[in-house]
Every structure is written in structure tokens, then in C-alpha cells.
């Protein structure tokens, strides 16, 4: 057999595993972007970025398929099977680069829906069934929307005394009431930009694993083309998938 078939066919059979790890891969990206949506479910009401999640996520459970049929078209040399693999690697392909497009572009508008559905939330704060703010401030190490004093315009501060929530306490158990004369006691930082930093965080690491599965797709395409022309120039023929 041709060296350059051998060569090609056994960059067919590594990409063919490639792809089931990068499924599980990209399962593993997708549900950790849904799940960081999850945490703050009460806070943020904005799901452009869950877009990009949903969109990788069908991808991985067809890229596992991918691979077994990669795997099967290679070692039977089946013409038919090559060329859809070839047609379903594009797809996948392009549906790789739309993730990458809709993340770059609700990244903007994240910031505004964020803005507008945090404020919301925040100003409906009554302690008792807010505990999403709560949940939001105490991981994150912040207070208010902008900062502690965004507390300052809302029901809670003007009918409990001029006091913020004590989840904006660094630590509840050091005698933090959540008064203004315990600035030291507070976290000061507003959790809008924290948040906004967390998720652009999990988006730009979900583009750089997308954006290195897109390039493996690309030489993925490129291997089918070198073993097709090969075989055609050689007159050998391929045997059907099913034979």
C-alpha cells in the first residue's frame, strides 16, 4: 500500500480518537457554562451565553458518533463513508465557528442585561426569599451592584435601619451587622464587574477549547482530501461501508 495512504489513513484513525475525547471534552466545557448560569440562576435572567453552551454540547454527542464512523470509513477504505465523514466534520466545523461568533457577539450583551436584570433582583431584596443575592454576595466577596452603596437607593436599607445585607460581611461570625461605622468588616467591591469577569471567564475558556477543536477538524478535512485524491489518482477503488 501507498506510504501516503498508510500515513493518511493513520491520521484518519488518531483524529477518529481525537474527536471521542474532544466530545467528552466539549460535554465537559458546555455543562460547566450551564452549571456557572445555574449557580446565580436567581440573578442573572439574561441566557445569550447559553447559546454557545447548548450549540457545544450537540456537538460533543455528535462528534462521539463522528469517531465511530471515522474509525469504521478508514479501515474498510469506503468512498462512501469517507466522503460523510468528510461532509459531517465540515458541519460540525461550522457550527464550531458559529459557537465562537455567537460568543463573541452576546459577550456585549451580556454586560447591558446583566446590568438591567441584576438591579431588578437586587431592589426586590427583603432578606427572606433573596437568596440568590445572598448566595451571589457570599461567594463572590462583594456588595451591592456597583458597590456597597448601591444598597444605599433600595427597600432594604431604608427600612432596616441603614444597614446592608450581612451576606456582604467578609465573615457572619465576627460580630458583622452589616452597619455603616463596620466598613473594615464589609466586602466594598460591587458584584456586577465580578460576575461579568467570571462569566467572560468561562466563555473565553469554552472559545479556546472550541477554537483548538475547530483547527483539528480543519486537518481532519484536510486528511480525507490527501486519502481520497490518493486513491482516485491509483485507481484502487474503495469498497462500500457495508461490504
Given at each position: 500500500?501507498?506510504?501516503?495512504i498508510?500515513?493518511s489513513?493513520t491520521v484518519?484513525?488518531f483524529?477518529?480518537?481525537?474527536?471521542?475525547?474532544?466530545?467528552?471534552?466539549l460535554?465537559?466545557?458546555?455543562?460547566y457554562v450551564i452549571?456557572?448560569?445555574?449557580s446565580?440562576?436567581?440573578?442573572?435572567?439574561?441566557?445569550?451565553?447559553?447559546?454557545p453552551?447548548?450549540?457545544?454540547?450537540g456537538i460533543?454527542?455528535?462528534?462521539?458518533?463522528?469517531g465511530?464512523?471515522?474509525?469504521?470509513?478508514?479501515l474498510?477504505?469506503?468512498?462512501?463513508g469517507l466522503?460523510f465523514?468528510f461532509v459531517v466534520?465540515f458541519?460540525?466545523?461550522?457550527?464550531e465557528?458559529?459557537?465562537?461568533?455567537?460568543s463573541?457577539?452576546?459577550?456585549?450583551k451580556?454586560k447591558?442585561?446583566l446590568?438591567?436584570?441584576?438591579?431588578e433582583?437586587?431592589s426586590?431584596?427583603?432578606?427572606?426569599?433573596s437568596?440568590?443575592?445572598?448566595?451571589?454576595?457570599?461567594?463572590?466577596?462583594?456588595c451591592g451592584v456597583?458597590?456597597?452603596?448601591s444598597?444605599f437607593?433600595?427597600?432594604?436599607?431604608?427600612?432596616h435601619?441603614?444597614?446592608v445585607?450581612?451576606?456582604?460581611c467578609?465573615?457572619?461570625?465576627?460580630?458583622c451587622?452589616?452597619?455603616?461605622d463596620?466598613?473594615?468588616?464589609l466586602n466594598l467591591?460591587?458584584?456586577?464587574a465580578?460576575l461579568?469577569?467570571l462569566?467572560?471567564n468561562?466563555?473565553?475558556?469554552a472559545?479556546?477549547?472550541?477554537?483548538g477543536?475547530?483547527i483539528?477538524?480543519?486537518?481532519?478535512?484536510?486528511s480525507?482530501?490527501?486519502i481520497?485524491?490518493?486513491?482516485?489518482?491509483?485507481?484502487?477503488?474503495?469498497?462500500?461501508?457495508?461490504a
Open positions: 500500500m501507498d506510504c501516503g498508510v500515513t489513513k484518519l484513525l483524529l477518529s480518537l481525537i474527536f471521542w475525547a474532544a466530545g467528552a471534552a460535554a465537559y466545557v458546555g455543562a452549571r456557572s448560569y445555574d446565580f440562576d436567581g440573578v442573572i435572567q439574561n441566557r445569550y451565553a447559553l447559546t453552551a447548548i450549540i457545544i454540547i460533543s454527542v455528535v462528534m462521539f458518533c463522528l465511530l464512523l471515522g474509525c469504521c470509513a478508514t474498510r477504505e469506503s468512498k462512501l466522503s465523514f466534520i458541519v460540525i466545523f461550522a457550527a465557528v458559529a459557537a465562537l461568533v455567537f463573541i457577539i452576546y459577550q456585549g451580556i447591558s442585561g446590568d438591567v436584570s441584576m438591579n433582583v437586587f426586590k431584596y427583603d432578606g427572606q426569599s437568596e440568590p443575592v445572598d448566595a451571589l454576595q457570599t461567594q463572590l466577596h462583594c456597583k458597590n456597597y452603596t444598597w437607593n433600595t427597600t432594604w436599607f431604608a427600612t435601619n441603614n444597614t445585607p450581612q451576606s456582604c467578609k465573615n457572619t461570625t465576627g460580630g451587622t452589616g452597619k455603616l463596620q466598613l473594615d468588616l467591591e460591587g458584584c456586577e465580578k461579568l469577569s462569566i467572560q468561562v466563555l473565553g475558556y472559545m479556546l477549547v472550541v477554537l477543536f475547530a483539528i477538524k480543519f486537518f481532519a478535512m484536510l480525507v482530501c490527501v481520497s485524491c490518493r486513491n482516485g489518482s491509483r485507481r484502487t477503488g474503495y469498497q462500500p461501508l457495508y
